[in-house]
């Protein structure tokens, strides 16, 4: 359409202005060959034998308006070819109709000195570029039309085409809602660099994740399940046992305390790992002499190594940490009570605290059976727990204490790794960034 009117207006300015430079050539030529006698009277305005071709109608015009000569091609025609242009004082163009002929003309005032003598007006037939002009504006129109349908046809074919996979998009959206799996992914064939690609691409990593956070939901609501079952049969059957023998018997009891202390616990650390994923655990940060806690904590935890275990201190450098005392020294007890509980009799467990750059570097170094290969990259998963331990139920949690640790050395800023091999003992290693003013 702009293309169109461009080109109309365009060729319509061009067209005419061609008509106005030979107006304006003829009427010059005129105004120089003609005579006025000298006393300037109108009536004796003469037009010079003109050759006028039949396309151009000339004639003047006294300031009385009578008409005082006129071009023999006019005929009878008695009327202003412009009746505007005549009162003019400047050369005017105009476009008029007359008798059904459009034609453009000039009006030029003619002067003698500064007083004006009367008007020159001379017409040219321009009924052909008003028919070319019609013309053209009517190609214009269908050819506009048509190629907007053209284009329209064109753009909704390559659109729906280019967009058709957003239909695959939609209707596997559709499948996962309906059949409840998230296990399907959308098939996708062309390129992954386009949008539609990068689209489904990302519409499947989304699909995993939701997968794979869906599938630990439930293993850990099985985790969960299967773990308050155990300690509560065992509470029932003390219960029965109690009921049956109507008195009461210390074992029964003891074992129904263990128990609850055991359920106790898992409740406790479940809902730290509830309130850490809601983010509502809240971390006292204070500065924390580390070296301090760890004799602490090593001095509680004699009683559990007693005379099976060495704990050896291999090297405690003076150490300054922010964070939460209460945090940190869970994190202390879960890695060295873990060590104790898993390494047999005999064994050693070396404590070293250290600095590294900007971190204290806590290594926690037992001679116990190892971490075997394939459960070392899920130790710190809920409720993981090696088959080994798993067997060994009195003596082993519920596998929530190293997610625990894991969870407050991230929330510290610092990070924990497990080094073990089958037979050789484990390594756990913690960094945890350095109170600043101590560096
Ligand atoms: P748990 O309460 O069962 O000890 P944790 O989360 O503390 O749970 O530990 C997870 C599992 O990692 C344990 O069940 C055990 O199999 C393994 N593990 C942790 N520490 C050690 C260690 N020092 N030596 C051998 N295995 C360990």
């Known amino acids: ?193 386009d949008e539609i690609g990068l689209l489904i691409l990302s519409f499947n990593e989304t699909l995993e994740r939701l997968e794979k956070l869906f599938s630990s939901q439930q293993r850990f609501l099985a985790d969960v399940s299967h773990e308050l079952r155990t300690p509560l049969t065992v509470i029932k059957a003390n219960a029965d046992l109690l009921r049956l023998m109507n008195e009461i018997d210390l074992e029964s009891l003891n074992s129904i305390k263990d128990e609850t202390d055991r359920l106790t616990r898992m409740v406790g650390d479940l809902l730290l790992l509830a309130q850490a994923d809601t983010g509502k655990l809240p971390l006292n940060f204070k500065p924390v002499e580390l070296d301090c806690l760890l004799l602490d904590v090593l001095k509680d935890l004699h009683l559990l190594a007693g005379d099976r275990i060495q704990l050896k201190i291999i090297e405690i450098d003076q150490i300054q940490v922010n964070g939460d005392v209460d945090r940190l020294k869970q994190v202390l007890v879960n890695l060295i009570s873990n060590a104790i509980k898993y390494t047999p009799g005999d064994g050693t467990v070396s404590i070293t605290l250290g600095k590294e750059e900007e971190f204290a570097k806590l290594i926690i170094k037992d001679t116990g059976p190892g971490i075997p290969r394939e459960d070392l990259p899920h130790i710190f998963e809920r409720f993981y727990r090696t088959e080994k331990s798993r067997t060994r139920s009195k003596s082993s949690g519920f596998g929530l204490g190293l997610s625990i640790t894991y969870w407050i050395v991230n929330a510290h800023g610092g990070k924990i790794e497990a080094e073990s091999m089958e037979g050789a003992g484990t390594t756990f290693t913690v960094w945890l960034p350095l109170l600043e003013t101590s560096t």
Do not use: C, K
């Open 1 to 193: 359409m702009v293309f169109g009117t461009t080109v109309y207006s365009l060729i319509g300015i061009l067209l005419v202005n061609q008509v106005d430079e030979s107006l304006t050539q003829t009427s010059r030529e005129i105004i120089t060959n003609t005579r006025i006698d000298s006393v300037g009277d109108l009536d004796v305005i003469i037009l010079p034998q003109f050759n006028f071709t039949s396309n151009l109608f000339v004639q003047v015009w006294d300031t009385n308006r009578n008409l005082s000569s006129s071009s023999q091609n006019i005929g009878g025609y008695d009327q202003p070819l412009d009746p505007i242009g005549i009162e003019s004082s400047l050369p005017e163009y105009r476009d008029v109709l007359i008798q059904e002929t459009h034609m453009r003309t000039i009006s030029v005032p003619l002067l003698i000195g500064e007083r004006p003598i009367g008007t020159l007006q001379i017409a040219s037939g321009t009924e052909l570029i008003y028919l070319l002009r019609r013309t053209l504006l009517y190609i214009l129109i269908v050819t506009t039309l048509f190629s907007m349908l053209l284009s329209g046809i064109l753009s909704w074919f390559v659109i729906g085409r280019a967009l058709a996979p957003l239909n695959t998009v939609t209707d596997t959206a559709l499948q996962i809602t309906h059949a409840n799996d998230l296990s399907r992914r959308i098939p996708y064939h062309g390129s992954e660099e």
